[in-house]
């Protein structure tokens, strides 16, 4: 097992290289950089995507200046542009200072946002925990809730309950989270009937004198709609997944054995049933939590006025803030790869009899 961790651990880098090469490249094709958007802005156009447009009537001298490449640099001096460039790091070649660029990152240099004047690393941190809330509590809910149903529902397989609980989960799993978040907005949040829970925020802003308690309380007051949201369609693939996994196991030989010993059936289920058809559902779980702590929750933040790092990188690629783009792709592609090794330990963990250096020769 060491030998395939050591592997795995040295694919990490040229599998990282991989990804910000690729996006790097792309990003040098994409129009509206940085320097292009403070310029738009300078000259009043408010939006730099306004210039791609083709406004109205805008001739294609005025949009696209013959003195400079970038949107809005009419009537700017060229040694103004020329500044920017500099000052941004966009003078030098694309290979320069994409090798600059990764040298920093092997410092734990990440530079600093653009726009916002604070380091990457600060401003990943200070959005942490609201995606760490919002991926952490929806997850921990979303197992704790299918793996009992799962399990029920293999156990009473074809009733009339196994029934009636898939058609809820289904339709659950099929209401969009952002159309299910503005509902309760407007059922539980003052919208148009009780005023019950919060509207925006992590916390409420007496949240530093409130005692330990009043904070806890305070806390899950505030994040209850939003987990709702996000966890609601959550439910169907992990509680089926359950279900069919459990189903599998109790056909097998072994159950029927166990069963012609004389062992009750709940020590069947759990005893020798539970610990196979759990694999692929705990082993998995770094991977779930991951996934949704990157993932899904830019509308719900939006929605609910949470500031995470959902909006964060929506922000940063609509700004084209690179420091905070390739910062925050560099440590949560890392993070995914580190995670892919952990789930594969969790397998290990949960069943010895798997050994993935066979596999592999």
Known sequence: MGAYILRRLLLVIPTLLGIMIVNFTLVQFVPGGPIEQILAQMQGEGDVFAGFAGGEGAPAEETFGSDSEYIGARGLPKEFIEELEKEFGFDKPPVERFLTMMGNYLTLDFGESYFRSISVIDLVLEKMPVSISLGLWS????????????????IKDGSTFDTWTSGTIIVAYAIPGFLFAILLLVLFAGGSYWQIFPLRGLTSDNWESLSLIGKIIDYFWHIALPIIALTISAFATLTLLTKNSFLDEIKKQYVMTARAKGLSESKVLYGHVFRNAMLI???????VFIGVFFGGSIIIETIFSLDGLGRLGFEAAVARDYPVIFGTLFIFGLMGLVVGIISDLMYVLVDPRIDFEKREG
Not at 281 to 287: E, H, M, Q, S, T
């Open 139 to 154: 997850t921990l809910i979303a197992y704790l809730v299918s793996i009992p149903l799962g399990i029920r529902k293999a």
């Open 281 to 287: 559902v705990i082993a998995g779980f770094p991977a």
